[in-house]
């Protein structure tokens, strides 16, 4: 036993090693300021945190080997959560089920800084990949985060998604494309019966956003038409277990699970589409 015991300090001593480390830094300036910060703001900081810790590329998940620039223009509170493979970590496990096997397209309708699409690129998940976003600055930064991860000849930009953008998709086959809609409550506006029809043959998936004017009559509007087409399914939400990162073991109890927030109202609601015939 006497034998093991130098062992068994120095293992001790590089486990604790980064947590004194932490500690050291810490002044009590440092802490007043912490404590004066809103939820958000901590989020950011643990965040930016971690995006510099792991060198601005998701390090676990199906995304693993994906790089983000930092001056992403949406959601810096989530780099966090991206680069650990823990954001929306239920549509992630979905995309990277059997059940998704087979695609060639992927389709993101509100496509923010192109996480999903340059992602699923990446990953040889898919093929190609079509982007709708609104705001011109997150249209950049998807060009210039599918430049870096060398798959900008494989990705197709364009603006807000309207009730026409399948249009965009007429050279695709339906059976072979995912879509991904997350249009801040825009999805009611963007689906008509005209839209749904015209992509009757692909599986989407839809983040439902409960928090619009009139939701219940638009969503009751949406479900009745989509279920003549679709079969209707939700995606139950997943476990993050915050075990498996040992590059948090420094970190406060109250930061490591911040990590898991996403800043959302309630619990979500991944709705997916997939044709009946």
Same mark, same amino acid.
């Given at each position: 036993?006497?034998? /093991? ?121 898919? /093929? ?47 059976? /072979? ?59 139950? +939400? ?7 990162? +040992? ?27 997939? +044709? /009946?015939?």
């Amino acid at each position: 036993m006497n034998e /093991k015991l130098p062992d068994l300090i120095e293992g001790e001593r590089i486990f604790f090693q980064r947590v004194f480390e932490r500690q050291s830094r810490a002044t009590v300036e440092i802490r007043e300021q912490w404590r004066a910060e809103t939820i958000l703001q901590r989020r950011r900081r643990v965040s930016s945190e971690i995006y510099d810790l792991l060198g601005g590329v998701v390090k676990y998940g199906p995304l693993k080997g994906l790089s983000l620039a930092k001056n992403n223009w949406w959601g810096g509170g989530d780099f966090g959560s991206m680069l650990l493979g823990l954001y929306e970590k239920e549509v992630l496990d979905f995309l990277f089920s059997a059940r998704a096997d087979g695609f060639e397209s992927f389709v993101d309708i509100g496509a923010a800084d192109g996480y999903y699409a340059i992602g699923m690129l990446r990953s040889g998940r898919v /093929k190609n990949a079509i982007c709708f976003e609104l705001s011109e600055e997150g249209q950049r930064t998807i060009a210039s985060n599918a430049e870096a991860n060398f798959v900008s000849n494989r990705i197709e930009i364009f603006g807000a998604a309207d009730r026409l953008f399948y249009e965009k998709l007429s050279h695709l086959d339906l059976t /072979k494309v995912v879509v991904l809609v997350d249009a801040e409550g825009a999805e009611f506006e963007i689906f008509d019966d005209g839209s749904l029809a015209a992509l009757r043959e692909a599986t989407i998936v839809i983040e439902i956003h409960n928090w619009v004017e009139d939701f219940w009559e638009k969503y009751t509007r949406f479900l009745t038409s989509a279920s003549a087409l679709f079969n209707v399914e939700f995606i139950a +939400p997943a476990v993050r277990d915050l075990t498996q990162f +040992p590059e948090l073991n420094d970190f406060t109890d109250d930061n490591r699970y911040l990590i898991c927030s996403e800043g959302r109202p309630n619990v979500m609601r991944f709705m997916v589409l997939t +044709p /009946k015939a």
